[in-house]
């Protein structure tokens, strides 16, 4: 199947520094990326999607300029937490959906990155 | 707009029994259905999907779904639960129209030895 690694899988920082995590897609071309915040013991809330090349589409509530997110490639997204405060502790989750054959239908996720800041 | 409801947060069985997750769902086109597996600390992992094609779907682990349209459910079932199989399970549905996955709740599943 379809593999999509993130960078880092933990990161604990200060607050009011920024953060940024890395989404590839390793073995496809991925036209449409998710990003993905996840609450202790909870579902899975959509942040953003991001199509390559065009500038991601936010869900509500979700502020975009404190939460950047770049699609510059077919393999790679990039979500930065600017001046990161501790209620921004959580789990990110990236995913990536291809757009040729069975990848078209299915999202493929990442293995999270746990961020804590103090 | 579409919506996914899992029936029971938490599921617990002993070690070798039946697995029965629920899984409703909403949707006013005809629907693509995933379950997806969280391990602690970890991402999703499809485990199977159901795309218009036959109705009952298998999956790795021994898992399967049955799609029902008069029910509108999507069931996850494995025949013998086994220690490994512990973990958060998602159902999802998702919409061509609305271009992004819908999740449910989540269930945890618990096996007792």
């Known amino acids: 199947g379809a593999v999509v690694s993130q960078h880092p899988s933990r990161v604990i920082c200060k607050s009011g520094t920024s953060v940024k995590i890395e989404c590839r897609s390793l073995?496809?071309?991925?036209?449409?990326m998710f990003w993905y915040r996840q609450f202790p013991k909870q579902s899975l809330m959509l942040m953003a999607t991001?199509?390559?090349?065009?500038?991601?589409?936010?869900e509500q509530g979700v502020e975009k300029d404190k939460f950047l997110i770049n699609h510059a490639s077919l393999t790679l997204s990039t979500l930065t937490v600017t001046s990161a405060h501790p209620e921004d502790s959580s789990f990110y989750i990236c995913?990536?959906?291809?757009?040729?054959?069975?990848?078209?239908?299915?999202?493929?996720f990442g293995p999270g990155t746990r961020l804590l800041v103090l | 707009a579409q919506s996914v409801t899992q029936l029971g947060s938490h599921v617990s069985v002993s070690e070798g029994a039946l697995v029965l997750l629920r899984c409703n769902y909403s949707?006013?086109?005809?629907?693509?259905l995933f379950w997806y597996v969280q391990y602690p600390n970890q991402g999703l992992q499809l485990l199977l999907k159901?795309?218009?094609?036959?109705?009952l779907v298998k999956g790795i682990n021994d898992f399967e779904a049955e799609f029902k349209k008069s029910e509108t459910s999507f069931h996850l079932t494995k025949p013998s639960a086994h220690m490994s199989d512990a973990a958060e399970y998602f159902c999802?549905?998702?919409?061509?129209?609305?271009?992004?996955?819908?999740f449910g709740g989540g269930t945890r599943l618990m096996v007792k030895p």
């Open positions: 995913s990536a959906r291809g757009a040729s054959g069975g990848l078209q239908e299915t999202q493929y």
């Open positions: 159901y795309t218009s094609a036959a109705t």
């Open positions: 949707s006013s086109v005809p629907p693509y």
């Open positions: 991001s199509n390559e090349g065009s500038k991601a589409t936010y």
């Open positions: 999802a549905v998702y919409n061509n129209a609305g271009n992004m996955l819908t």
């Open positions: 073995d496809f071309q991925a036209t449409t």
